[in-house]
């Protein structure tokens, strides 16, 4: 009889120890598989910046919807990813060329807007890196290169400003044409009220684009530049192909991609941690 309560005193602590053992699996293996990613990463980005003896960045948003509760997560450039690029540029050395690999679809024109002016006003060479898609603020950040180094299949989109609220987004070109074409009576306070920030709005990308541009990849094409991308002569998602971007931009876009660029992209695969790689650059080391 005690060697059967024995057996089963013995079952029970084994299978209490499986459960301690998987538990502490569930937490340790993605941490290890997290941080083995990450060092892969860092080591193609030295690997990246020592060939091109330059400033690595990257700003990468993968789209992401996760199924639980059936809650979409969208990427987008935000305040937080222009804090650390600001600070990635402002600590490389002045010399040192930067080369900012961009995948994102846009975000916060503030923050695209923080980004793009400090990226210009790096002294040494600019060069962006889009090996799947850069698309409004992203393109905007595209502007203030020196060059672009497209995919053939990569696509750039117009950067004309939206407008709206939680009941939706307008563009403003749309907006101040609609208050062209409807009589004053007829028009309700809040579509005036949008499009007079639409006006201001367009005044101010007009501005920026002028801006960033001056002496910048495509300056001789300005006036192009400004009816292909900011008037609303197209929706807001149409892409410019590398082919269409070096047709308006001219011969500062490439499609030369560094074989080291779609290495890396491998590396950041959908993940639906908290810790999902945003922006990330390792300084690079004075010789």
């Known amino acids: 009889m005690m060697e059967i309560l024995q057996a089963q005193t013995d079952y029970t602590d084994i299978i209490n120890n499986l459960w301690v053992i998987l538990f502490i699996l569930l937490f340790l293996v993605p941490m290890i598989q997290r941080n083995v990613l990450q060092m892969e990463r860092k080591r193609v980005l030295i690997r990246l910046g020592k060939k091109r003896r330059s400033q690595v960045i990257t700003l990468i948003h993968r789209q992401e919807t996760i199924s639980f509760l059936g809650i979409p997560l969208a990427r987008y450039i935000d305040i937080e990813d222009s804090e650390v690029i600001l600070r990635a540029i402002r600590t490389a050395q002045k ?69 709206g609220d939680q009941t939706g987004v307008y563009p403003a070109p749309a907006l101040l044409k609609v208050v062209e074409k409807k009589s004053l009576d007829k028009t309700d306070d809040k579509t005036l009220v949008y499009a007079e920030e639409a006006a201001k709005a367009m005044d101010q990308m007009y501005a920026l684009i002028k801006r960033i541009l001056a002496g910048k990849c495509g300056e001789r094409y300005l006036n192009t530049i400004l009816e292909e991308f900011v008037s609303g002569k197209y929706t807001h998602d149409r892409p410019f192909m590398a082919e269409d971007a070096r047709a308006i931009l001219g011969d500062c876009v490439k499609t030369e991609v560094p074989e080291e660029v779609y290495e890396l992209m491998k590396l950041y695969r959908m993940e639906i941690g908290r810790n999902r790689p945003g922006v990330e650059y390792v300084p690079l080391s004075r010789r």
Do not use: C, N, R, W
Request: net charge negative.
């Open 95 to 163: 010399d040192v060329p930067i080369d900012l690999v961009l995948h994102t679809p846009g975000g916060l024109a503030l923050a695209a807007t923080q980004i793009a002016v400090a990226l210009k006003a790096h002294p040494a060479k600019k060069t962006v890196i889009v090996p799947h898609y850069a698309m409004s603020g992203g393109t905007l950040i595209a502007f203030a290169s020196d060059e672009i180094l497209m995919d053939l299949h990569a696509a750039l989109g117009p950067v004309d400003p939206q407008l």
